[in-house]
DNA sequence: CAGTGGTCTAGACCACGCT
DNA sequence: GCGTGGTCTAGACCACTGG
């Protein structure tokens, strides 16, 4: 036996699908007048397309259907690796190079820290928990809204004395980790599905039910040691991540 | 300003964060009682934790703190590239075995079926919407439970008169494309993510707020034709996507 | 059985977007 | 200023879980 607010949510998810609203719902007085129900019944219906992600809301505005048009992140472009081509250009590092290419304006923000390192960054880097490492924060806009985070983590050594330890937007083409003396040779990423934390959310400007990739990739030099560990963390709505296997 | 609930938010994600609740939050009546609010606010404040991933409700068994294990998932591994050992034994496919190899028992549900080919399938594919396709539709389990859905689509030329067409779960070593004679070489695998869909969360006995991953795998062969395209939904609690870049 | 959350009602006041 | 949703209250009845 169905609820009221799921038989309601039923009802306008298929009207949704239908197409009968282009972009507003009706509003929530509209829907109490329309189903006869009460205001707390209309929102449940609502919060249950809404946690589809179906539906969001903007105070003052109203409920809208939402629209995706994610952009594709393709995590093997952005390292040269020898068989990829070096998408770095003047004043743009691989990762602005790619957003350009897809009719986009990158931008991004870094700010360069000192750490001790998480017990996820330590086992990835292969150095004790507590341990100072050295982090690049990024947050990372396409047409000026936020897009995704970008933190890099390295271990002290491997920083000290190179481009990495310049604060602010360093652009080396061939890449930092090139420059710093440290070609990485292969990447072990590990992507993890789940809510974004709060904290995530307000970096992020997230709409409520946006669900998020956290993308750790860690490389290694030819000497197998891990050098580096990024941590991206990918919007679900604005990205689709694309992997190629076994392509030359 | 903060609101009530998110003051009581805030206050119990610090509590869960210090391990102040090992397994079951305090009850409904209990924080009513400790904060002083109406039920409603109470409920909005667990809501909001909810939709962090933090805790989980059972209808008559309370809020409890949310616990993650997710197997690691290799996408790379499941299929014969050549520079790829064969994981397959008698009785499991390669996912089976790989599942084993992490001390779990795996089991899977398949039916078959030939349906017309979704906007999705016909680009990936490269034949025309609503073409008649063939589709193997998996369950798999993972220790009795729902772990994910694997749903593989077929060229309807490709897969007549091979083991594919065998309703029922076909375990063929080597794998049931190179069984049909069309050799994969390389792999487009692209990643969105997103909510689950009301079906998507029935068939998964997914818990409230979880986030999927949707995987989508087209294999292509020698020729440079794709002969398949994998729909796997992965929920974010269950697993760990790990891909290996740039390694031998 | 008592205790849990799930749903629903009918009010109220507030902050914010728009025009 | 009017219309939107955001928050909160105080009640009620129901369904499910547990011992």
């Keep these: 036996m169905p609820s009221k607010s799921e038989r ?13 609203y282009p972009k507003h719902m009706p509003s929530e007085p509209e829907l109490i007048e329309r189903y006869g129900v009460s205001r707390g019944t209309v929102r449940a219906a609502m919060a249950a397309l809404a946690s589809e992600g179906l539906v969001i809301v903007e105070p003052g505005r109203g409920w809208s259907v939402r629209r995706y048009d994610p952009l594709v992140w ?43 390192a998480s017990p996820l960054i330590a086992e990835r880097l292969n150095v004790s928990e507590g341990e100072s490492v050295v982090v690049r924060k990024r947050l990372r806009l396409v047409d000026s ?37 440290h070609r990485q040779v ?3 990423d590990e992507i993890s599905i789940r809510m974004p934390s709060k904290e995530e959310t307000a970096r992020l400007s997230l709409p409520a039910m946006t669900p998020v990739a956290e ?34």
Tied chains: 1, 2.
């Design 8 to 20: 309601i949510a039923d009802d306008l998810r298929s009207e949704i699908n239908g197409g009968v």
């Design 74 to 116: 393709e995590p093997d472009k952005f390292e040269h690796l020898g068989h990829r081509r070096d998408t770095t250009e003047a004043g743009h590092d691989a990762w602005q190079a790619e957003a350009a290419a897809q009719q986009r304006t990158p931008g991004q923000q870094v700010e360069l820290a000192i750490v001790k």
């Design 145 to 181: 809204v936020p897009y995704q985070t970008a933190d890099s983590y390295y271990p002290m050594d491997v920083a000290q004395g190179t481009p990495i330890m310049d604060p602010g937007d360093v652009i080396i083409p061939g890449g930092l980790m090139t420059a710093a003396g």
């Design 186 to 188: 292969r990447f072990t």
């Design 215 to 248: 993308h750790v990739r860690t490389g290694f030099n030819e000497a197998g040691r891990p050098v580096r560990t990024i941590i991206t963390i990918l919007p679900g709505d604005r990205h689709k991540i694309v992997y190629y296997v076994g392509a030359e």
